[in-house]
């Protein structure tokens, strides 16, 4: 029936109160010749059904349970037992005797025939009146258990009544059939809408009416189907499409799942994504938690202890179209725990595919509490009572049993309906809503940098209503926190506070130092532009204008460059302890959780010095903003109360990011893109409904609508800088730095040739350059087994060479390893153009090794000679002397064991230590750090940290990957991280 149809039924339909209540998977609810017309709609005979009519067809159809209850009330009502013959119970046949009867009336009409014939009518007589005994019972039992059904007229009188009931509760939008819905109807309406419309219940063949559900304000709904199939598919797109034309503008949020199509069920409301309305559907298990812990969030009562629930002025709908595959059973619990609390605190799910199928007995799903249900038939649906009330109205004893009739679904709305309706409600709500990014900033016409920092920074982060909302970096608010799921605007909420501090501070007041850990790219539009991402610091790149207030940049950064940058932070709050700087630092990390992702010592460290910078920095003008998305690190950070948490009293949370506040502060729940939470309490809530004057709701803008605004703006900023500005230091996580043009040698050289490795990862950026010099064990050795070491090796000896005036040097190349050889030639015939080359073997080798200098001996694969074929004495003597007559061993080492091995055979006695840092272990190569007999400067690349350790006899931090080497320098005993120059194969290979 339609929507609140219990009003209606409990009068006009029949009462089938008798027959059990209809299991809704089971048979149609109707009998043959009361079924739709529809072909492929299976038809039931009589005396097969088992389930009553919605009303009386034309041949009055009776349930075949009827009969059999007639004949039982005609034993109880006193028919003897022993009278009863064979087919006493039948209907009478079309004569209207029985079998017996007719048989009689075959025989000869003799006198004893006559006296049998007279003994036959009597029994005739007898069954005839049983019979007509049975019917008058039956009759009565008729009466007494249900009414005389209606007949055809009545049906359609009925279904004519609640077709005008169903306009009634399902007015305009949320019961118009969408094929033929206007282009012009208006959209939005006074309230959430609290009935809608699913499809068509066709009782007879020409009896219809829309099938109406309750559903905000009441329940949920659920199909045993998930969104693979057609029906569902058109079911979840009309209800969906229906309810958000109806609902008042904003008022109705809608998160969606699906997994089974990868979010295809909701592709035609991606103009709603767009505009913020609506986040883009998640698609597996990750994203379902996420949805189901705002979802949590939403229904979760302020105060737990006394279970009242919160009331949001706006309705959360939470729509399913299908689940992850094996969505685990406590997932499952937590919907079937959502669908019990939701109603009440404005949450209400639309489930496709529930119950889902069970992985174990112990697994299967009840019904979704305070659910319509429908269960897919070929081609109808059956439609089940809706929550708290009763379609059939059987009676205040019995369940209920239904819609008896069935339903045909409503099918996907038009796609160009559904488009003309998303594209209007975000119109719509952009032009209610968006601001724009100069809305956020000083009158351009009051000119740039006219605010003081002496006393702190301050911008306009978004509006609440029409009121700009200014949040600051001072004593009392000297941190912020902002969090929110992947897309929802942490990059733009961020790109405006920058440009909005950077209009109003000098770059003389103000620094920035700018690190993003993720694969975003965050900070990239605000730097210089060079494709390979580093930059000389000498601001000359007219690429792209850069912001001249920020100093370094990490765009993809690795955890140890935000880890040095904190460490730089550190060291300048010791610096301004004793010498005050009125230029404030403020200095954001995106997405921080990555930073503190591992339990390592990056870590531990990382933790302390946040607690330390943001400490200290409060008072000495050092402010942090740290974003990111939602985190389990951040619950246990919480959880455990650290210290560093407590610094940060600014919250922001945006959509998804409610775990920056308290979890009993739900604020932030169900919050669309483009508003934000700001919080300057820590976080903290306050009571319901109460003015809260340490929170307010922001809606701020895009700063990217508008690129030619931004870039204007940009140009306009980098045109002002003073005199002098350097560009920012940029690391580029994903890149291999360049190796820097070898300038031609000075004529008259100053200082050591330096070998130049990479890029250090540090702040600020410094090159990874080893000194050749003439003191001993000035050499070089690269470690690890791959292509990489080799063309770190290949790309650094030709450095080197350039350094040198064409001649003034001479080079011994070995390769050890047939793998090396091509490149070994490669790198002879480069070099023969500028200096006296010589190619050789092991025994080569070996003899070039009281090489008169200057000059160099390259070793590929080092560890590819025999054992013994490099004498022990004369590379003891090579590594020892070889540097003060300007020889120096530059090798590589595919394995370490070997190197070890061969260091350890020519290391001489250690000497008395003269103040050098003693190993904490003990060296496998057998050498200290005074040793001269050795190899100062290694590189490793792709060598576990255990095997590092072992060889410098001391716990190492380190993590092998990609593009990243590790440098020790045995006289500092210091390792730094270093990401290793392109070489030309490399580069090319790329
Ligand atoms: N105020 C806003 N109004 C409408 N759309 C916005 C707004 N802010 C951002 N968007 C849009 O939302 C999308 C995601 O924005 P953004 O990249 O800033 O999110 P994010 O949280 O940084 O994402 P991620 O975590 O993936 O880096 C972008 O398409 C952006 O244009």
Not at 122 to 150: K, N, Q, S, W, Y
Not at 247 to 263: K, N, Q
Not at 353 to 372: D, H, I, K, V
Not at 840 to 847: E, I, K, Q, R
């Amino acid at each position: 029936m339609a929507a609140n149809s219990s009003l209606v039924t409990k009068r006009e339909q029949p009462v089938v109160s008798t027959v059990p209540p209809r299991p809704l998977r089971h048979g149609p609810p109707w009998p043959s010749g009361c079924a739709p017309s529809r072909s492929a709609v299976p038809t039931t005979s009589c005396a097969t059904s088992s389930w009553p009519t919605i009303a009386a067809g034309p041949r009055r159809c009776r349930p075949a349970g009827i009969p059999s209850g007639v004949q039982d009330e005609a034993t109880r009502s006193g028919a003897p037992q022993q009278d009863r013959e064979p087919g006493a119970g039948r209907r009478p046949g079309p004569t209207g005797g029985g079998v017996g009867a007719v048989e009689t009336w075959r025989g000869p009409t003799s006198p004893a025939a006559t006296v049998r014939w007279r003994a036959a009518a009597g029994t005739a007589a007898a069954l005839h009146r049983r019979a007509a005994a049975t019917i008058a019972a039956a009759g009565g039992v008729l009466d007494a258990i249900r009414p005389i059904p209606a007949d055809q007229r009545e049906q359609h009188e009925l279904a004519e009544r609640l077709r005008a009931a169903a306009s009634l509760l399902a007015p305009g939008w949320l019961g118009a059939p969408l094929d033929a819905q206007s282009q012009d109807a208006p959209l939005g309406g006074p309230d959430v809408p609290a009935f809608v419309r699913i499809g068509i219940a066709q009782p007879l063949d020409d009896a219809r009416f829309p099938a109406v559900i309750p559903l905000l304000g009441t329940g949920h709904l659920t199909v045993d189907a998930d969104s693979r199939d057609p029906r569902v598919a058109g079911l979840l797109r009309s209800v969906l499409l229906r309810l958000l034309a109806a609902a008042p503008a904003g008022s109705l949020l809608v998160r969606g799942i699906d997994t089974a199509t990868a979010g295809q069920l909701f592709a035609p409301f991606a103009p709603l994504a767009d505009a913020g309305l609506m986040p883009p559907p998640v698609t597996d298990r990750t994203g379902l938690r996420a949805v189901l812990a705002e979802a949590e969030q939403w229904v979760r009562p302020t105060r737990p202890a006394t279970a009242r629930y919160n009331r949001h002025d706006r309705t959360l709908l939470v729509v399913i179209g299908s689940l992850p595959e094996l969505t685990e059973p406590a997932d499952l619990a937590r919907i079937g725990a959502l669908a019990r609390e939701g109603p009440e605190a404005g949450l209400h799910l639309l489930v496709a595919g529930w119950p889902p199928p069970p992985l174990t007995a112990q697994t299967s799903q009840a019904p979704l509490a305070r659910s319509t249900m429908i269960s897919l038939r070929n081609p109808y649906a059956l439609v089940g009572d809706p929550p708290g009330a009763s379609f059939g109205s059987p009676g205040p004893q019995l369940p209920g049993t239904g819609l008896n009739a069935p339903v045909f679904l409503d099918e996907s709305p038009p796609t160009p309906l559904l488009d003309r309706v998303c594209r209007d409600l975000a119109a719509r709500f952009h032009a209610d809503y968006r601001r724009t990014l100069d809305e956020l900033l000083p009158d351009p016409s009051d000119g740039l940098w006219t605010e003081s920092a002496a006393k702190g920074l301050s911008t306009t982060v978004g509006h609440a209503g029409e009121r700009p909302v200014s949040l600051g970096f001072d004593e009392r608010t000297p941190h912020w926190l902002v969090g929110g799921r992947a897309g929802a605007g942490k990059s733009a909420f961020l790109i405006n506070v920058l440009y909005g501090l950077c209009t109003r501070y000098h770059p003389d007041e103000l620094a920035l130092y700018l690190v993003d850990f993720a694969d975003g790219t965050a900070f990239t539009e605000i730097v210089p532009e060079r494709a390979d991402g580093f930059l000389p610091e000498d601001g000359a790149d007219p690429g792209r204008p850069w912001l001249p207030h920020v100093r370094a940049v990490g765009v993809q950064a690795d955890r140890e460059y935000g880890l040095a940058l904190l460490r730089e932070l550190d060291t300048e709050l010791d610096r301004r302890s004793t010498e005050p700087d009125r230029r404030r630092i403020l200095c954001v990390l995106d997405e921080f959780p990555t930073l503190l992702a591992e339990d390592d010592a990056v870590t531990a460290e990382a933790l302390r010095r946040l607690e330390s910078v943001a400490r200290r920095g409060r008072s000495a003008g050092v402010h942090l903003i740290l974003t990111g998305r939602p985190t389990p690190a951040l619950a246990a950070l919480r959880a455990r109360r650290d210290p560093f948490l407590a610094q940060f009293p600014v919250r922001v949370a945006l959509p998804g990011g409610a775990d920056v506040l308290e979890p009993t502060n739900d604020a932030a729940a169900g919050l669309p893109l483009g508003t934000a939470v700001v919080n300057t309490a820590g976080g903290l809530g306050g009571p319901r409904g109460a003015t809260r004057g340490h929170e307010r709701m922001v809606r701020f803008p895009d700063p990217h609508t508008d690129a030619d605004a931004l870039a204007v703006l940009r140009h306009r900023l980098w045109a002002d800088r003073p005199a002098g500005s350097t560009g920012p230091a940029v690391f580029t996580g994903y890149l291999a730095p360049p190796r820097p043009d070898a300038s031609e040698p000075a004529a008259e050289p100053t200082g050591p040739v330096v070998a130049l490795l990479g890029q250090v990862v540090e702040v600020p950026l410094r090159p990874a350059a080893v000194p050749l010099d003439p003191s001993p064990g000035r050499h070089l050795a690269v470690l690890g087994p791959g292509p990489a070491a080799e063309d770190v090796l290949d790309g650094l000896v030709r450095s080197l060479a350039a350094q040198h005036a064409p001649g003034d040097v001479r080079f011994v190349v070995a390769s050890l390893v047939d793998e090396a050889d091509p490149t070994a030639a490669a790198l002879c015939a480069e070099i023969a153009r500028r200096h006296p080359v010589e190619q050789v073997d092991t025994a080569g080798l070996a003899g070039a090794l009281d090489l008169a200098g200057p000059g160099y001996l390259v070793v590929f694969g080092m560890d590819g000679a025999a054992p013994g074929a490099v004498p022990a004495e004369g590379l003891r003597a090579l590594l020892r002397d070889g540097p003060a007559r300007g020889v120096h061993l530059i090798s590589w080492w595919r394995g370490v064991r070997r190197f070890a091995d061969q260091l350890a055979a020519v290391a001489e006695p250690e000497p008395a230590t003269g103040g050098a840092p003693e190993p904490d272990g003990e060296r496998s190569d057998g050498t200290g750090p005074g040793n001269p007999a050795t190899i100062d400067h290694l590189l490793f690349l792709d060598v576990p940290e255990p095997e590092v350790a072992r060889l410098l006899g001391r716990a190492v931090r380190w993590r092998p990957r990609p593009g990243r080497a590790l440098l020790y320098d045995r006289r500092t005993d210091r390792t730094s991280l270093v990401v290793p120059y392109a070489t030309p194969t490399a580069a090319n290979a790329r």
